[in-house]
């Protein structure tokens, strides 16, 4: 089995215009106002907060939940912008113990989407894991949401299979395409 690195996973990670910090009930205030809008839930499946104390809440579990030995880790960053502190939203990944990324995967407000934020955090995250020894990477990606895809192939992902009914989006199954990046030493 390859080694990597639990505790390096975990740190901050900087951009030349990001802020990666790990995810926690102190997010929750600043980031919640983002996960209102709907436009976010067009392609990913996840649910809709109910406020700001239940994301913290949340937030607050999964950063525990990685402490102490398991089987796979929750890592998650919220994303903050350098020059003036907003924040933009967030990216996560699950980590095996065998040193793969199973589930890396990332959101951000939709009056941030088209300036870069994303692939620029994105390919910042593939190379921290990979640096880490994280070996290998998957994401997946709703069929028809081409601005991820993009952003996944800039940040080294490879497009692979059609997984058919693998997600639930606005309570319909829909197709996702795995994408899978691999950093072999």
Same mark, same amino acid.
């Given at each position: 089995m390859r080694v990597w690195n639990r505790e390096g996973v975990a740190a901050p990670i900087v951009t030349?215009?990001?802020?990666? !910090?790990?995810?926690?009930?102190?997010?929750?205030?600043?980031?919640?106002?983002?996960?209102?809008?709907?436009?976010?839930?067009?392609?990913?499946?996840?649910?809709?907060?109910?406020? &700001? /104390?239940? !994301? &913290?809440?949340?937030?607050?579990?999964?950063?525990?939940?990685?402490?102490?030995?398991?089987?796979e880790y929750f890592f998650g960053w919220a994303a903050q912008r350098a020059a003036d502190g907003a924040w933009l939203g967030a990216l996560d990944a699950d980590v095996r113990a065998d040193g793969v990324a199973v589930n890396v995967g990332y959101w951000f407000g939709p009056e941030y989407w088209g300036q870069g934020y994303a692939s620029e955090a994105v390919l910042a995250l593939a190379g921290h894991l990979s640096g880490q020894g994280v070996h290998e990477q998957r994401a997946t990606v709703t069929?028809? $949401? /081409?601005?991820?895809?993009?952003?996944? /192939?800039?940040?080294?992902?490879?497009?692979?299979?059609? !997984?058919?009914? $693998?997600?639930?989006?606005?309570g319909c199954l829909v197709d996702d395409i795995e994408f899978v990046r691999l950093d072999l030493r």
């Open positions: 030349p215009r990001l802020r990666l !910090l790990p995810l926690g009930a102190e997010h929750a205030d600043a980031l919640f106002p983002l996960l209102r809008q709907p436009r976010i839930y067009d392609w990913i499946s996840m649910r809709r907060p109910e406020s &700001a /104390e239940a !994301l &913290a809440r949340r937030w607050g579990e999964l950063r525990q939940e990685g402490a102490g030995e398991r089987e069929l028809g $949401n /081409e601005a991820s895809m993009r952003v996944l /192939e800039r940040a080294g992902f490879v497009r692979g299979r059609v !997984l058919p009914d $693998n997600d639930t989006v606005g």
